[in-house]
């Protein structure tokens, strides 16, 4: 399967970039970029990229460290906080046309009745 072949090259070329991350860092100590802010300062989602990364170079599968790439994921792009506070809009929504509708004789379940 296509599939299994790109989670083991993903695989390989993170193992291949923790050797190389591990080696940039001792080469250069703390004068490294990678993993800096624009501000000079450790990038946001450094932590979380390096747990994720050094899982990867230490496990049997990828799988194994799919919880510390959801995190990092979630760090970078904020996906699950955006769901969640349009969760939060749509019903809040849903209550303020629920209490209009009750205001102005309905029933209150947003449904009209004929």
Not at 14 to 40: C, D, H, N, P
Not at 74 to 84: A, M, P
Request: positive net charge.
């Amino acid at each position: 399967h296509w599939s299994i072949a790109i989670a083991t090259i993903l695989f390989t070329l993170v193992r291949f970039w923790v050797i190389l991350q591990k080696e940039i860092v001792r080469s250069k100590s703390e004068s490294m970029a990678s993993g800096w802010g624009i501000t000079g300062n450790k990038g946001r989602c450094y932590d979380f990229w390096m747990d994720f990364s050094e899982c990867m170079s230490r496990c049997r599968e990828p799988k194994d460290c799919s919880l510390l790439r959801e995190d990092y994921l979630e760090c970078l792009h904020h996906s699950k906080e955006f769901q969640r506070r349009n969760r939060i809009y749509k019903e809040e929504q849903r209550q303020i046309r629920a209490a209009a509708q009750k205001a102005k004789g309905g029933d209150g379940d947003g449904v009209p009745h004929h």
